[in-house]
């Protein structure tokens, strides 16, 4: 029985300091299949439900890390992870890590003009 089905694929990077011209040095925390939920937000302030990411397995990630999702569709998100659970499904008892995601956003794809 598969209740959730890992059809996007998503990339986690995590800040490692800075390089001698003082730009930021990232390593690649995960890397591999995932769901991705889309959030709600609302303009009022009333009603917020940010985007969650389901990992397969039990995947060490901290706050602040940075995430890149594909989409099944080809649409590209990314954000930042705000926190982290740990969880077991409860009718397979499968250990999946769920990821909520802050500053949610839609990464453009720029591409090259060069003739």
Request: proline share 2%; with cysteine; net charge negative.
């Amino acid at each position: 029985m598969e209740l959730i089905k890992f059809d996007d694929t998503c990339k986690v990077l995590r800040g490692n300091g800075y390089d001698e011209w003082d730009n930021p040095i990232q390593e690649e925390v995960y890397s591999g299949k995932c769901r991705y939920q889309q959030g709600v937000q609302a303009y009022i302030g009333i009603s917020q439900r940010n985007s969650v990411l389901f990992l397969d397995g039990d995947v060490r990630l901290s706050e602040n890390d940075t995430v890149s999702v594909v989409l099944s569709n080809g649409v590209e998100r990314g954000g930042n992870v705000k926190t982290v659970r740990n969880i077991e499904m409860p009718l397979t008892h499968k250990r999946m890590t769920r990821i909520e995601i802050i500053h949610d956003t839609e990464i453009e794809i720029k591409q090259s003009t060069e003739k």
